[in-house]
């Protein structure tokens, strides 16, 4: 949900077109004078509403649908573009701590794929203000908000999404070197390789993944993603084998560092590798076990699972309808939530199968 750290007349004009009320009735909504209510829109940023109605106004964001919240979200962006083209002055430490929050929302929106509002939040900050203006604070926050827009880009994952998710993510790389955060820069290389391998580059992402598996500024859980995703790489290549003795090595590390979501995860990779290499019934029952390891948390989740259990349905003609029906009712989860890479890989199956 969308909230404001202090409001200044900016965000309160932003709420009442968000509410598409006039200033009349923004007024009577929150039971203060019209005067009032036109001097914050007079002022904008140079006046701050007293501390009664920056309640009042907190109470009214809080209970806006999710319409007007997005608006005011998108509102908010756009004024901050203007106002930084008029040059106002860099956010202010009360503005770091709004950015900072809207960069933890964000990060919970692209965790249930709700692409539009967690956009909306990240360019409400890139198209206000400009990095070299920025203290360290500022240009690490930035760099933050560079990174997950990347990952929206790399979620959605059409060919130009990557395209550009490559170019954010390069961005996101220089700031975090310059700002001597090595994590953070291996982080960003990690999702880079990534975006490598869903191009088809699996030669190159295979070695970026070989050589961040092994790189110390990563956490140990991230080396082992890395470990695991060789193994996508490989298997994408046609060589499964190799593939499951690296992904089985992964399950492994995942299931000693307990954590039981990249071990389902693995599991889920390791029944495809399977299928791959010919062998079903080992496929199944990895799929089965992946299934029944957890519910998944998002859509995303929801649909690569579900995809994965349908191709491998698919391999055989006496669970082939059953695949096919997966299939539809996945695309359309994959479609309603954005995740076009996902209905890439669907279309891709459904295509291989005619070709058989």
């Known amino acids: 949900m969308a909230t404001v750290h202090q409001w200044t007349g900016l965000e309160a004009r932003a709420l009442r077109v968000a509410l598409r009320e006039s200033v009349r009735g923004f007024a009577e909504h929150l039971g203060v004078a019209v005067n009032t209510v036109s001097k914050w829109e007079r002022l904008l940023d140079g006046t701050r509403p007293q501390a009664d109605s920056q309640a009042i106004l907190d109470t009214v964001l809080a209970r806006a649908d999710a319409a007007a919240t997005e608006r005011f979200a998108l509102l908010l962006a756009e004024q901050g573009a203007t106002a930084r083209r008029f040059g106002h002055a860099a956010p202010t430490v009360a ?54 827009n990347g990952d929206i880009r790399r979620l959605q994952g059409t060919v130009q999404d990557l395209v550009t998710a490559t170019s954010l993510y390069g961005d996101a790389h ?18 880079l390789a990534v975006v490598a391998e869903m191009s088809g580059r699996l030669a190159y992402a295979a070695s970026r993944y070989g050589v961040l598996a092994e790189d110390e500024r990563l956490s140990k859980c991230d080396r082992v993603r890395a470990r695991l995703w060789i193994g996508t790489a490989v298997a994408k290549q046609g060589h499964n084998e190799s593939a499951i003795a690296l992904m089985r090595a992964a399950a492994r590390d995942f299931y000693d560092l307990a954590e039981p979501g990249e071990w389902a995860v693995s599991q889920q990779k390791l029944a495809l590798a399977h299928r791959g290499a010919g062998n079903l019934a080992r496929a199944l029952s990895c799929i089965e076990t992946a299934r029944s390891a957890g519910r998944p948390n998002s859509p995303l989740e929801h649909v690569q699972l579900d995809t994965a259990h349908a191709h491998i349905l698919l391999s055989d003609p006496a669970t082939a309808d059953e695949a096919r029906a997966t299939l539809d009712r996945t695309a359309a989860t994959a479609g309603r939530h954005g995740l076009k890479h996902q209905l890439r890989s669907i279309t891709t199956i459904r295509d291989s199968e005619e070709h058989v």
């Open 95 to 148: 503005e770091y701590e709004t950015w900072a929050d809207d960069l933890e929302r964000a990060v919970v929106c692209l965790s249930r794929q709700d692409f539009g509002f967690a956009g909306a939040l990240l360019d409400r900050w890139l198209r206000r203000v400009s990095p070299r203006d920025l203290d360290e604070k500022g240009r690490y926050l930035y760099a933050r908000s560079l990174t997950l």
């Open 174 to 191: 220089g700031m975090f070197v310059g700002l001597g955060i090595p994590r953070r820069a291996a982080q960003v290389e990690l999702s």
